[in-house]
């Protein structure tokens, strides 16, 4: 029952991402979720490892592949994320990360 309720409460979390977020609070919201996603290769904290392309990662959020793009740019001009590789990004200000993907900002 506790992973049924916690599998209802994934969907309930992505119905939300998808209906009722900006572009930016989607990939903050993606962001701060993705370091918990993979247990067996942890990282350090605030190293996210992209598991897509950003095609993909656009099809899950509901977006284009040019807002992906726009977005994650957004993001380091204004010191949210640093990106070291195209599949691996840092967060550098997790607080204001936090606080975009609460529609805070």
Excluded at 47 to 52: D, E, F, S
């Amino acid at each position: 029952d506790v992973e049924r309720s916690r599998g209802l409460g994934d969907v309930y979390k992505r119905q939300l991402l998808l209906g009722r977020k900006t572009a930016i609070e989607r990939m903050a919201s993606f962001l701060l979720d993705l370091p918990g996603h993979d247990p067996a290769r942890p990282s350090a904290p605030g190293h996210v490892r992209l598991p897509m392309k950003r095609a993909e990662i656009a099809d899950y959020l509901g977006l284009t592949i040019e807002t992906v793009s726009r977005v994650l740019t957004r993001m380091k001009l204004h010191g949210l994320i640093s990106t070291p590789s195209p599949s691996h990004l840092v967060v550098e200000r997790p607080d204001r990360l936090r606080q975009y993907a609460l529609g805070e900002v």
